[in-house]
C-alpha cells in the first residue's frame, strides 16, 4: 500500500468519480460539528435516521451506489465528520449481500472511520490495532480483481488506510 501525505486524506483524497458524485445536489448538509466522544456533544439519536434509510430501501448493490447514505458517508468521511460517517456506513453495510466484495469494502471504511476517530481523540494505541482490521478488509478488496467497487477506486482505499499508518505528529 502506499503512503499519502496526511493532508490528502482530509482535504481531497477522493478524486475523480467519486468527488465528482459529491457535487451532484444530492449530500445532505453536513452536521454543525464532527462528533468527538469526551470533546463535542453527541448528535440527537435520531439525528440521521433519515438519510440511514436510503441504504436500507436501496434494491441491489447499484441502488446502494447511489443512495443518499453512501454518498454522504463519503462526504462526512473526507471531511473529518467521522462518526457520523461511520453511522451512515454502518446502514449501507447491513444492506449489502453477505460474503461481497462490497461489504468488505465498506467494513473496511468503518474502521477507517474508527481510526481517524481515534486519533482524534489521542488513542493512538487503538488506531495500530483498527489499522489491522481494515487493511484485512480492504484487503479482500484488493484480492478481488476489480479496480472500483461501489464507485470507489481500490487505490483510494489503499491510500486511506496507509493515512492511518502515519503518526499523530506527522498528520
Not at 48 to 53: A, H, K, L, P, T
Not at 95 to 103: G, M
Amino acid at each position: 500500500m502506499g503512503r499519502t501525505s496526511p493532508a490528502s486524506f482530509g482535504a481531497g483524497l477522493l478524486h475523480g468519480k467519486m468527488a465528482a458524485m459529491n457535487d451532484t445536489g444530492t449530500r445532505q448538509n453536513r452536521p454543525p460539528y464532527a462528533y468527538v466522544p469526551g470533546q463535542t456533544p453527541r448528535h440527537a439519536e435520531a439525528a440521521f435516521d433519515s438519510i440511514c434509510e436510503t441504504a436500507r430501501g436501496s434494491d441491489g448493490i447499484a441502488a446502494l451506489e447511489r443512495s443518499e447514505a453512501w454518498r454522504t458517508g463519503w462526504d462526512w468521511l473526507r471531511t473529518g465528520y467521522y462518526w457520523e460517517a461511520h453511522e451512515l456506513f454502518e446502514a449501507v453495510w447491513m444492506a449489502l449481500p453477505q460474503n461481497s466484495r462490497e461489504r468488505q469494502m465498506v467494513q473496511g471504511l468503518i474502521q477507517v472511520a474508527n481510526g481517524q476517530l481515534k486519533r482524534k481523540m489521542g488513542r493512538e494505541k487503538a488506531v495500530s490495532k483498527i489499522i489491522k482490521r481494515a487493511e484485512e478488509h480492504l484487503r479482500a478488496c484488493s484480492a478481488s480483481g476489480q479496480d472500483v467497487l461501489l464507485g470507489v477506486p481500490v487505490a483510494t482505499l489503499e491510500e486511506m488506510v496507509a493515512a492511518l499508518h502515519l503518526p499523530q505528529r506527522d498528520r
